[in-house]
T-cell receptor, first 113, second 110 residues
């Protein structure tokens, strides 16, 4: 089955700890995205990558880092600099062929201990 | 990026048709209109996409007037399972940043 997988489903972070959220897609999509969603709010873009080995900051990149070493993988690291990391994190991908439709993963909920 | 405005919430009874209108006054010539549906604790799911006039698929219809400054998502005969948040997005036709607003929270009851 083609799609996007995110792991883990729930993640707990201790104070001062860096944590990494996994996102993998087998859709052969070039572009991948990370969003953050707070309760009752819309999605806010953290980082996006339109091609391997290249990525750009979104609207709320501070306290986060990403890498894009492989086309199918786009991991997100929530660093200790992110003081309010509790949120629902969504990964998405899209083909850049013609009109764009984003496909989303199931999400990872990050909680701070 | 074109800004979109849509109602914060809507209520409907099961079996009714629901129309959610989105305003996008500064839509550009090359922009597309896309609607997503999101259930709690899940990623958004693509519903429908259009450029002009009317588009229909198995779950919804999208009406776009000639000036393209607004669009209306129509859900025929909603059921309880259509209770969700619906997002209207306007974007170019290439892989680029998308802006999700707060969406419209649709509540369907018996």
């Amino acid at each position: 089955d083609g799609g996007i997988t995110q792991s883990p489903k729930y993640l707990f972070r201790k104070e001062g700890q860096n944590v990494t959220l996994s996102c993998e897609q087998n859709l052969n999509h070039d572009a991948m995205y990370w969003y953050r969603q707070d309760p009752g709010q819309g999605l806010r873009l953290i980082y996006y990558s339109q091609i391997v080995n290249d990525f750009q900051k979104g609207d709320i990149a501070e306290g986060y880092s990403v890498s894009r070493e492989k086309k199918e993988s786009f991991p997100l690291t929530v660093t200790s600099a992110q003081k309010n990391p509790t949120a629902f994190y969504l990964c998405a991908s899209t083909s850049d062929q013609g009109a764009v439709t984003q496909y989303f993963g199931p999400g990872t909920r990050l909680l701070v201990l | 990026l074109a800004k979109t405005t849509q109602p914060i919430s809507m209520d409907s009874y099961e079996g009714q048709e629901v129309n959610i209108t989105c305003s996008h006054n500064n839509i550009a010539t090359n922009d597309y209109i896309t609607w997503y549906q999101q259930f709690p604790s899940q990623g958004p799911r693509f519903i429908i996409q259009g450029y002009k006039t009317k588009v229909t698929n198995e779950v919804a219809s999208l009406f776009i007037p000639a000036d393209r400054k607004s669009s209306t998502l129509s859900l025929p005969r909603v059921s309880l399972s259509d209770t969700a948040v619906y997002y209207c997005l306007v974007h170019t036709g290439t892989a680029s940043k998308l802006t999700f607003g707060t969406g419209t929270r649709l509540q369907v009851t018996l």
